[in-house]
DNA sequence: TTAGGGTTACAG
DNA sequence: CTGTAACCCTAA
């Protein structure tokens, strides 16, 4: 494995993953003209695309013998070889994973007219939510989801991606969780790395862990991240960032799932991990853009 | 503009 | 030296 010259980031190429899977591969000037895909590839012209495409099936076509064991959490490549209409999801075998949505490029019909207005962050989110319920031993988490569900438009897995947020925002030390109440952390500026004193060892890393709360595991397709992406076309740098946002969030929770189930999640891992990078990478990107024009 | 072939640069 | 990945050139 060669680690020349501009070597492609994983941001890089999961935007291009991300991009292939949207527009099909081939259109390349297509991808790079997206706004969204434009900030990550801005350093790559189409050409370099094609040949980054072309270097990655190759990758995934040489190994078909062998039997492809873990996927290691970098550079994962994956067996998009379809087209572009096709959109072949993988099919798991006891998870039933969803859709094979058409998707027939909404260009002229945007289905996201009765989108739910921009969400903002899940964490700014909680935050309001614990800051307005003034619960002096702070918020449970179903406090939290029912103010959540009553004031916003909130998607199914609202549990799901509460939990994760919860639990994320609780290691990073932004929220304190007190017996199952959560409470806001007192501002240690950044650095969540709290120096000195505040002993959270005892945590519960692993407390209960091995309880999958549903048997349903739905963990993000392809199709979603695709939907995602769609909403995010022609949207403004905000209300793509809020997207990229919640996108972060459900890949961090596709991740966590993964991780707690530990099963057969290999090809979820993946794609939780694809769109745990891509996400990442469009919020970076739509941030610097704001900032630093 | 894209697909394909060729060249360069680096890692093992 | 060989394989791989980014880069480069050119025809369609």
Redesign the pocket.
Known sequence: ????????TSEEEAALKAGVTKYG??????ILKDPEFSILLYSRS???L???WR?MN??AN?WGSRSRVRVTPKSNQQIVKDDDKALITVSQSDTEIVDAQPLAVSNGTPENASSKKSIPRLDNLILEAITNLKEPRGSSRAAIAIYIEERYLAPENLEKLLAATLKLLTENGKLIKVKHQFRIAPPSTHTDVNKGSSPLILEGKQKNSPKVEKNEIKILSKSQIDAELEKMKGMTAQEAAAAAAQAVAEAEAAIAEAEEAAREAEKAEAEAEEAQLFAEAAMKALKCRTVCT
């Not at 494995?1 to 492609?8: L, T, V």
């Not at 591969?25 to 297509?30: L, Q, R, Y």
Request: proline letters at 4%; a positive charge.
């Open positions: 494995m060669g680690a020349p010259k501009q070597k492609w591969a081939g259109k390349w000037s297509t189409n050409v370099d094609k040949d980054k270097n190759v990758a040489g």
